[in-house]
């Protein structure tokens, strides 16, 4: 708690009016007005009027009433929401408590009640859908909170804080639920107030998540110490952060002079002790705050520098000069907590701390559990991580954890959104290297555009040290007979090819250990590529893999078995050549670059005309890449056998089509895609595009048209399964923040696992889909943006100041069924902590295939919009409160500049209706939906698929009943959507306590599932919650003792229709389909395998995610002293995380809803 002096006498001020006021008959504390109140050194704000201001919270579709309301002095009746708006009106003010200089921060449980004296305008929320505006406010004795106008007698527009039993955030009642404004009233603006033996609900919403946070903490806190609030208010409960800042403070004061000691620290001292603890803030603002302070005291010591006095006053006037470079502890304090305080900080300290002003074991245990999904956390555990984070010698010997160590933990590195895990190597690497996404960069040799940019061995190192897996290397004749690595056709300069080798020789395992592939482009005489066959064994040597390729093998070696080898790609002879050398097709990716060029040029010819001139004309094409690539029919070339030999397992063939790549393609042939053709075979076949890279890799290379080196979105060729998408690693932007994003995914060595869908040999995907994906149930990603920090200007605006109006875009990348966009309000002129406060909610359909973006834009800018921004990887991202460091156009790690959200990722309730358009579905008479299969047309395997029917049925329904049982204890427990059963047995235990405080409801933990026990006569509220627990519990048991014997079943009749599998063309011959009817019916063999494989593995998930769910309730109940019988009943979730093959493709990762 804030200690309001140096002295305990000065504390009390603040709470001497109220008390007055409580204890004296008929004394109105409107004889308060207009007296500052002494707020000491660690001063309370006033903040009641800002946070009043914020509209953060107000639907566009509400009617802002609070204007209006000022010229009517009868509220509006008939209107939908009711003004009852006080602006404008004379009202009684209760205490006024000044606020001079810049709006001071939220930190105390203090500042919070002098906003709920000062009061709010707050909307209530009825059943029948109406909205009312009202002022609420407590009232002069803190015993009752009071709202008016109202139609109600006065004594009955109040409820006493001794009959309230809960304060509720969210929209997490009954009324809020049914009411028709529901989708119009944000999440974080909502809370309600549980009161009564009937456990009446008074449901309101504030103009602002701040103002809501207010209330909530003030009132929790009230509930919490009742008479006794007051005291606590005068007492010392942040005592750990003002005895810290004093000996900080002396500290500096030990280093300055003695003789100075009573004029203050140094001034820059101040500075530096401040940018320690919040080294985002610019010394230049923390110095401006404390001139303000200083010509305040000025004012107040009615001092001035011009009086025209003689010499006495001259020496005064350099003692006062003196004296504005000095800081005293008052002025420090006040400073410190302007700038080192983040209120979004101190309300989550609170709601975990039972309204402390600290954190203790148990409380920062409960947090690390419930929140930031960390398992097997002991009081030992946070004993440790308060040692590390709490800067005041008294909190580390006590075990508290204060609002600076607090803040100094979640700013830390382990509070970062990504998952440290994925740092080292992740995935399973034995697979066929077809089986993942390759990081590839395009024409690596070149650094700026196309054309005419220069051309740089940092190209390769730079992409090597990135975690590129494939290079390439354009070979032409150079002079004295030695090759260059240059683009043909253009201006750009060329490099020696030995110098290039060299330097892929020097780093081609510097980041990654696993196989390096170079493409290879040859157009050198035989003569020359001779030297190139010299230079690739000299320098290269033992790390070529020359092996040649098994005939037998329909799969390529795993990048395990190639690590450290480097691999060729490029054109091969034919096995049964028996010349030295042979003709083959010239690859020349250019050619057609060089004729656009040309045709450019020629159409755009005039005298005067120069270089620059034909480049920006050949720009003009490349504004829509061409859907119909210039054909540049190949040259024959004759290749050298040293050099064809060297290629074995990535030989470059043409690609005609799919039918003819699944009939003669070899595993070890690889096709190049021009851009505009894999877009184009993307939208027209993206089944058979799938099915072509499950066995082949694919290379993807951007359109030649690109002079300017942008790039193309790879999410386009990797949504089918391409694994090579060249990238121009020298433009920054959009594509490359999604590419360098994916491949950290898994230890940055370059390869990524596909997806399981796109993996196994019979399944179905679309790449096109837009819908839900067969055997993959979606997932809900909850994203709050609750502030920002130190955020700069745009680097290229051309406003003047360093002010910025700041607003974030989180984008959703994946599938189309994914591809999504929110955006926040705009937090004007404020970019070094705006608040935000709003919450998004994306349905996920592929996770394995998604990314988060986080884009920071400036709404008042010349120039530039953009701040900054960070991309993720769905599978990357950490559950709860989590600091996302922003990064520059450029990928560098903008300093100090973060974004503080919270991220929850639950599984998608089952039982509604979504939104299906390509899946079957059939409708059962409950409203239930489910996955159908399709008829083949061919008897004998249908009659195996209908086998299944009922199994499929009955998965289903065990799955959503245990599911649909858990949404709704979720609601009776109060808590949002986004909670899982940890934090829902947490919220309950705060609301079981008896007349006497003792708990109606504990848990008896001798049963693998907990069951839920009155101890006495229950409200209707709580039967209602243990009838709902015993409800889930049924549910979750028959999911366990079912699910095997169904899943088994499942995949007994999958095997049995895979007997079918090579001989579906004879069977649909002899039952009389062709053309179409046979491509379909395959299609829906591969479609109904998807289904029964995917279906088995949800089955199977759910079982785990109730075996998560009961350990959930178990360490829940012990945590929150909920237990019959505690002694010797340990904690049971494990501490070892899942790894990939064992997670859940579609569960939750970190805490399960």
């Not at 709050?784 to 605006?797: A, D, E, F, T, Y």
């Not at 974030?808 to 902590?833: F, K, L, M, S």
């Not at 029964?1092 to 945590?1119: I, S």
């Amino acid at each position: 708690m804030a200690e309001y002096g140096e002295n305990k006498s000065a504390v009390s001020s603040p709470v001497a009016g109220w008390k007055a006021a409580q204890g004296g008959a008929g004394m109105s504390l409107e004889t308060h007005r207009g007296e500052p109140v002494s707020n000491g050194n660690c001063s309370v704000p006033n903040t009641a009027k800002r946070v009043q201001n914020e509209s953060s919270c107000e639907s566009p579709t509400w009617e802002n009433t609070g204007s209006d309301s000022a010229s009517k002095a009868i509220p509006r009746r008939s209107s939908l929401i009711k003004d009852g708006s006080r602006a404008g009106r004379e009202r009684k003010k209760t205490v006024s408590f000044s606020s001079t200089l810049s709006e001071k921060k939220i930190s105390s449980a203090a500042d919070c009640i002098h906003s709920m004296v000062e009061g709010s305008e707050l909307k209530k929320i009825r059943t029948n859908s109406r909205v009312y505006q009202r002022y609420y406010l407590l009232d002069a004795g803190l015993q009752a909170l009071c709202w008016e106008p109202s139609k109600k007698e006065s004594d009955k527009a109040r409820i006493s804080l001794g009959s309230m039993r809960e304060v509720r955030t969210g929209r997490n009642t009954e009324t809020f639920r049914t009411s028709g404004v529901y989708d119009q009233i944000s999440e974080d603006c909502a809370f309600s107030i549980i009161y009564g033996e009937m456990y009446e609900s008074l449901d309101l919403v504030a103009n602002s998540a701040e103002v809501a946070n207010i209330w909530v903490t003030g009132l929790r806190y009230l509930m919490q110490y009742g008479k006794h609030a007051l005291d606590m208010l005068a007492s010392s409960q942040d005592s750990l952060r003002c005895v810290w800042l004093e000996q900080l403070y002396s500290s500096a004061a030990d280093s300055d002079r003695k003789e100075d000691l009573e004029e203050g620290i140094r001034l820059q001292s101040a500075i530096k002790l401040i940018q320690s603890v919040n080294p985002g803030v610019s010394s230049g603002k923390v110095e401006h705050r404390f001139k303000e302070l200083q010509r305040v005291r000025e004012r107040m010591c009615g001092l001035t520098l011009d009086n025209g006095s003689g010499a006495k006053d001259l020496s005064e006037n350099k003692r006062l000069i003196a004296r504005n470079e000095r800081v005293t502890k008052q002025e420090f304090i006040e400073v410190f907590r302007d700038f080192c305080t983040r209120p979004e900080i101190y309300f989550l300290l609170v709601q975990f701390s039972s309204n402390k002003e600290f954190l203790d074991t148990k409380d920062l245990t409960r947090f690390l559990e419930a929140e930031q999904g960390m398992v097997q956390v002991s009081e030992e555990t946070s004993l440790k991580l308060i040692q590390s984070h709490e800067p005041s010698e008294e909190g580390r010997q006590q075990g508290y954890l204060s609002l600076d160590g607090f803040t100094s933990y979640l700013t830390s590195a382990e509070c970062q959104l990504f998952d440290r895990e994925h740092d080292a190597v992740f995935q399973d690497m034995s697979q066929p290297l077809s089986h993942y996404y390759i990081n590839s960069s395009h024409n690596t040799y070149l650094i700026e555009d196309q054309f005419r940019g220069p051309s740089d061995i940092s190209g390769y190192i730079r992409a090597l040290k990135m975690g590129c897996r494939c290079v390439e290397v354009d070979v032409w004749d150079g002079p004295d007979e030695d090759p260059v690595v240059c683009t043909g056709h253009t201006l750009s300069p060329p490099l020696a090819l030995r110098c290039v080798l060299e330097a892929i020789g020097k780093f081609a395992f510097v980041a990654s250990e696993y196989p390096l592939i170079v493409c290879i482009e040859n157009h050198c005489s035989q003569l020359q590529q001779k030297v190139m066959w010299q230079h690739l064994m000299r320098i290269l040597g033992e790390r070529l893999y020359t092996n040649p390729p098994d005939e037998g093998e329909l799969y390529l070696p795993s990048p395990h078995a190639l690590r450290h080898r480097i691999l060729l790609k490029g054109k091969k002879l034919e096995p049964d050549s028996d010349d030295d050398d042979g003709e083959v097709s010239e690859e020349d990716e250019g050619a057609e670059m060089c004729q656009r060029m040309k045709a450019a040029n020629s159409a755009g010819a005039m005298p005067g005309g120069n270089e620059k001139d034909m480049v920006q004309k050949s720009v003009s094409f490349t504004v829509v890449p061409q859907s119909n690539p210039l054909h540049v029919p190949p040259k024959p070339f004759q290749l050298l056998k040293e050099l064809s030999d060297l290629v074995t397992l990535c030989c470059s063939v043409r690609f005609i089509d799919f039918a003819t790549s699944s009939k003669i393609q070899k595993s070890w042939e690889l096709c190049s895609f021009h851009e505009s053709l894999a877009v184009r075979l993307a939208s027209e076949s993206p089944g058979h595009f799938v099915n072509h890279n499950k066995r082949f890799l694919s290379r993807v290379y951007p359109n030649p048209m690109r002079i300017d080196s942008s790039n193309m979105n790879p999410q386009d060729l990797w949504k089918c399964g391409c694994q090579i998408v060249s990238m121009n690693f020298q433009t920054a932007g959009l594509m490359m923040d999604l590419n360098t994003a994916w491949f950290r995914q898994n230890g940055n060595c370059g390869f990524v696992l596909r997806p399981a869908i796109m993996r196994q040999e019979v399944s179905y995907f679309s790449a096109d889909t837009r819908d839900t994906v067969p055997g993959v149930s979606p997932q809900l990603l909850h994203v709050k943006v609750i502030s920002g920090q130190n955020l700069p200007k745009p680097r290229g605006s051309g406003a003047k100041g360093d002010v910025v109006d700041p607003y974030v875009y989180v984008e959703i990348h994946g599938i189309p069924a994914d591809c999504t966009e929110r955006r926040t309000r705009t937090i004007t002129q404020n970019g070094d902590i705006p608040i935000f406060d709003e919450s998004f909610e994306f349905q996920i359909n592929l996770p394995e295939l998604a990314m988060v973006r986080f884009v920071v834009l400036d709404d008042d800018f010349i120039g530039d919009d953009f701040i900054g921004q960070y991309t993720i990887p769905l599978e990357c991202l950490q559950p709860g409160y989590r600091h996302v460091p922003l990064q520059s156009l450029t990928g560098e790690e903008l300093p100090h500049a973060k974004l503080f959200v919270h991220v929850a990722l639950t599984n998608r309730r089952g039982g509604g209706k979504p939104h299906k358009r390509g899946l079957s579905v059939r409708k059962a008479r409950k409203g239930r939906d489910y996955t159908a299969l399709r008829d083949l047309g061919l008897r004998a395997v249908d009659d195996v698929f209908k086998m299944a029917a009922p199994l499929l049925r009955e998965a289903t329904d065990l799955r959503e009943n245990m599911q649909n049982s858990v949404a709704v204890f979720r609601e009776l427990c109060g808590v949002s959507v986004v909670a899982n059963l940890m934090q829902c047995v947490l919220a309950l235990g705060s609301r079981v306590s008896g007349p006497d405080g003792a708990p109606l409801l504990l848990f008896d933990l001798r049963d693998h599932y907990p069951t839920l026990e009155p101890q006495g006569p229950l409200p209707d509220v709580l039967r209602r919650v243990v009838s709902t627990y015993e409800m889930m519990v049924q549910a979750s048991r028959a999911v366990v003792e079912l699910s095997d014997g169904i899943y088994d079943r499942i995949l007994h009749i999958q095997t049995m229709a895979m007997e079918f599998h090579e001989k579906l063309q004879s069977l649909a011959a002899k039952e009389g389909l062709r053309g179409r009817k046979v491509t379909r019916a395959v299609e829906s063999f591969s479609w109904n395998i998807t289904i029964l494989k995917g279906q088995a593995d949800l089955l199977k998930h759910a079982k785990t995610e109730v075996q998560e769910n009961m350990e959930q309730v178990h360490d829940a109940a012990l945590t929150g002293n909920l237990t019959k019988e505690s002694v010797g009943v340990k904690r049971v979730r494990s501490q070892t995380r899942r790894g990939q093959d064992d997670k859940p493709t579609t569960g939750a990762r970190g805490p399960s809803a």
